[in-house]
């Protein structure tokens, strides 16, 4: 008997994170529990996911980016379904699928046109990692410069870019000739590139941690040292990409003309893993460039159907849709809004961002009540503060967001891209409702930090 799914996810429904306590990462569970993240969602459309009883939780960390055109797309899932109703050959391998070939044509017309060959892959890291063997192999250098704060993934050559202490402890050792410098400094960028090993630099448009991104030209500048060094370029827009920053890709905010571009998260709309790396011909070929050579880098399911024909829907809905200019303008609104309670609440530092990538940075509050509460948190842990603002957006105002990153005032959000002025009035009345319960130390809000202080001293954490 074939398996009947909707009969066994209603039969086991609710169990998730006992499955996931016995059998998966506990330590996961353990932490969502401990923060109030341990939420059962049975379906979800757009902007909002849906509990059980059918009650929207808007979701303003969309995957990670990974749901820019909303979740459960229509037009996806049609490709999907056609895609399986033609039955394909998929992944024949010794072969050239059509899929492939059309998504590939369909990014570069989204690119400048000195971009003009895709690589496929299935992640953000796997993108990253094929970017530096590119790179290495069109110079015939090893070394990578990546800034401090950096985030390209987990896996061992991303790793040992990360600009995040907290991720690559435990793992070394990293990849030889990796170097470091601060977002900004361009005379350390200068000293590291005048070595004359240097194979490229690698930079996120706006860093997904913190969100952090040069209010100058420090990107055009470091662009042209790298041309002047003999060096690429390489644009991680893994998050950045496709429409999130109110533009197609972050690098075009400096006007930059990126060796190499790395995709993926939103790329197929959300249903089926799926990057690419987009790079110049030539560089393309000083890695494939030998018929020996021609599968030199490679991967299984990298340019499988279902991810290819996601792919197709998914840029095709963001211009259908007018996403890019929706992002941009939604981004603008938000900020002014999260800007304008300043006036009220004196906690709230800055609202950053560009487009639907977006930061909220916290300080130490002039308030009584708050001022206490905030002194009794930053006692414990820096991030335990915005990690109670999360915490409270979602159990009491139904608001998904996230911490913006490790020891950091911040919480960051990432709405789908096709948001409205509905959306960013629910989230901001939900922000300043909670802001108004900080002014009560001691109270229910700081009842919750007290919470998770008491879990993460016993180990919960
Ligand atoms: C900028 C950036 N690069 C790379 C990655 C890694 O992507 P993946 O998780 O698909 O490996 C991420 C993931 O968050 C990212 O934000």
Redesign the pocket.
Known sequence: MPLDLKQLVASRFGENYDLHERHLNRTLVSVQRTIGFDKVYANACGAYLFDRDGSPILDFLSG??VFNIGRNHPAVKRAISDALEMDLPNMVQMDCSLLSGLLAEALIQRLPSHLDAVFFCN??????EGAIKFARAATGRKGLISLDGA?????MG?LSLMGCEQFREGFAPYLPDCHRVALGDLEALKTVLARGDIAALII?PVQ?KGVHFPADDFFNQAQNLCRKHGALLIC?????GLGRTGKWFGFEHWQLEPDIV?L??SLSGGYV?C?AIVTRREIYQATFSSLQRCVVHSSTFGRNNLAMACGLATLQAIDEEGLVENADRMGRILLEKVNALKTKHSVIKEARGKGLIIAIEFQQPSEFGAKLGWAFLHTIERELFSQMIATTLLSRHQVLTQVAAHGMDAIKILPPLMIGETEIDLFVTALDAVLDQCRSFPGPVWDLGANIVRHSLRGGI
């Open positions: 990670y980016s992640s953000g890291t796997e993108a990253m985030f390209h993934g987990l896996s991303s996120e997904g991680d827009e893994v998050q950045t790395t993926a998260k893993p990057g």
